[in-house]
């Protein structure tokens, strides 16, 4: 099974919150609005802030902001500051895992298209589109044969 951490689940719940408002917000508001424990939100700000996707100030003030509009974020990067290379298997271009059989496995760059189909539509989600309401109809993804990559068809 597929699936992200919990960590990058709240980053994606913390950056939403961030894009609801203009203003510096605080850790422990945060974690007031969000229902996340206060440490995790500090543990994921203080992550996705080394990721350049949030900044921080100190002091009384202080707080934290996106550094980018919610448009320009896309999910495939808030996964990428707090889980690494987007990677299905060991075997796939850019796995941080090293595969023992990579050289007789037949397998062997079989992957590939499906890991870029995977962030293609990570890619195209953005927070901006996290946050919209969600609509009664299913979202179809859709294959476009000549440049290979998944697409979300609205």
């Given at each position: 099974m597929l699936r992200l951490s919990k960590l990058t689940d709240y980053a994606?719940?913390?950056?939403?919150q961030l894009a609801e408002g203009q203003d510096l917000q605080t850790s422990p508001a945060i974690a007031a609005r969000?229902?996340?424990p206060e440490p995790t939100?500090?543990?994921?700000?203080?992550t996705l802030s080394a990721a350049g996707l949030v900044a921080s100030s100190r002091?009384?003030?202080g707080g934290y902001r996106l550094l980018k509009p919610p448009a320009r974020i896309p999910v495939a990067e808030v996964i990428r500051a707090m889980d690494g290379p987007i990677a299905l298997t060991a075997c796939v271009d850019g796995s941080v895992i090293e595969c023992g059989s990579r050289g007789m496995c037949p397998m062997h760059g079989r992957w590939d298209p499906v890991n870029a189909a995977i962030t293609a539509a990570l890619t195209a989600i953005s927070l901006a589109d996290m946050r919209r309401p969600l609509r009664p109809a299913c979202v179809q993804p859709r294959h476009d044969r000549e440049t290979n990559i998944?697409?979300?068809a609205e």
């Open positions: 994606v719940v913390v950056l939403t969000t229902g996340i939100v500090a543990k994921v700000l203080k002091g009384a003030r998944l697409q979300i």
